[in-house]
């Protein structure tokens, strides 16, 4: 089973998601984060007969939280438990209602760029200002950087990535250990952005992911996970929302509108892919992993001047170009020229512009069509 080698360039090319439709047909998209695979199996085999049925009406509660416990049990050794969790529509959407929990509404929230641009939209939508503390240079964060905007922002709110997006770095236990630490120093409280994890090593492998919840001192925190990033599923959404163990008094004012927003079908394919697709996410962890070899060899073939920043923990990469002098925005450039789309540096990058001269690669599709995304951009680049 290869997932990312059962589709070509031309199945491709007859899908009419975003990432197939938004730039002309000779374009090469890598912008957004999905991936070129097929269904799973088991998730396409239940859609297709809840679709035969005419089993399309409201989801049952609690049946997606249940799912997530077996799988974080399996996979990463976490105890967690369903009647702790909230059914959200998506991961953003449930940010924003945990933000919205937030006992502080004039405190800032701490973010670190370069992050997934969605990050700005939904803090300026809940109406809180920002404080931003960048990566490390190596892509980690910084933890000093950390204990200082802490410091100087008590009470304040901190949005994490976790693993990264787009840097696809995974946290270590100490780091999110001393994060727990600072925030119980400074009544900081901590919402967690896990969506990427079931893409991440597992527990007993090299740089697996950990759990925000299940670091001592995390009671009063929250995670947001999701199965739409590790088995392609966007356009189905759902997502559950994990409350620390005192979070039992906030979640319990969220108001029951909130759970309408995922649908049957895709509480169904969530639910599906965690407690049926683990077979085929294995397979999909093995061919992303052979893909990020090839783009790191690609990368220093083609590119030897542009620095790549390519953890495990998903799909994305974070590619730095300045040396090429192709200003802030390279990916206008490549587009242009190379016909491949990548994602806008500068927009992960905040006021921070920590994104200039940078941009985001998604190399979840064939390796065909990655080498010639690499060969394209060599090509434009001077």
């Not at 905007?149 to 946290?171: D, E, K």
């Not at 900081?188 to 893409?199: M, T, W």
């Amino acid at each position: 089973m290869h997932p990312l080698h059962e589709l070509t360039l031309a199945d491709l090319r007859r899908r009419t998601s975003v990432k197939w439709t938004l730039h002309e047909p000779d374009v090469l998209p890598a912008f957004v984060a999905e991936m070129d695979v097929p269904l799973a199996e088991p998730v396409a085999q239940a859609l297709s007969e809840a679709v035969a049925l005419g089993d399309t009406g409201y989801p049952k509660a609690g049946t997606y939280a249940q799912a997530l416990a077996s799988f974080a049990a399996d996979r990463w050794g976490w105890q967690l438990d369903p009647a702790s969790t909230l059914d959200v529509a998506d991961v953003m959407v449930g940010i924003e209602e945990v933000l919205r929990l937030h006992d502080a509404p004039d405190a800032p929230v701490i973010l670190n760029p370069p992050v997934y641009p969605p990050f700005y939209d939904a803090v300026a939508h809940v109406g809180r200002s920002r404080v931003e503390v960048p990566l490390g240079a190596a892509g980690r964060l910084d933890l000093d950087g950390l204990a200082t905007a802490f410091a100087r922002h008590p009470g304040a709110a901190y949005l994490l990535c976790s693993p990264h997006n787009p840097t696809a770095v995974v946290h270590t236990r100490e780091e999110l250990s001393t994060v727990a630490r600072l925030a119980a120093e400074h009544g900081v409280r901590v919402v967690v952005d896990e969506i990427h994890a079931p893409l991440a090593p597992v527990a007993g492998e090299p740089d697996a992911f950990v759990p925000y919840l299940s670091v001592e001192g995390t009671d009063d925190a929250y995670a947001v996970l999701s199965a739409s990033k590790a088995f392609n599923l966007a356009g189905l959404k759902a997502a559950v929302v994990v409350g620390g163990a005192a979070t039992a008094a906030e979640r319990s004012a969220v108001l029951e509108i909130v759970s309408h927003g995922p649908s049957h079908l895709g509480t169904l394919a969530h639910t599906t892919a965690l407690r049926d697709g683990r077979d085929w996410l294995d397979a999909l962890r093995a061919d992303l992993r052979a893909n990020r070899k090839l783009l790191e060899a690609l990368v220093d073939e083609h590119l030897p001047s542009a620095r790549l920043v390519a953890g495990p923990g998903t799909y994305t990469a974070w590619l730095d170009l300045r040396a090429y002098d192709v200003g802030d925005d390279p990916a206008v450039r490549l587009l242009e020229q190379g016909r491949v789309a990548l994602g806008p540096g500068p927009t992960f990058g905040g006021t921070s512009r920590v994104g200039d001269g940078r941009a985001r690669l998604t190399y979840a599709t064939p390796p065909d069509v990655l080498r010639e995304i690499v060969t394209r951009l060599a090509s434009a680049l001077p």
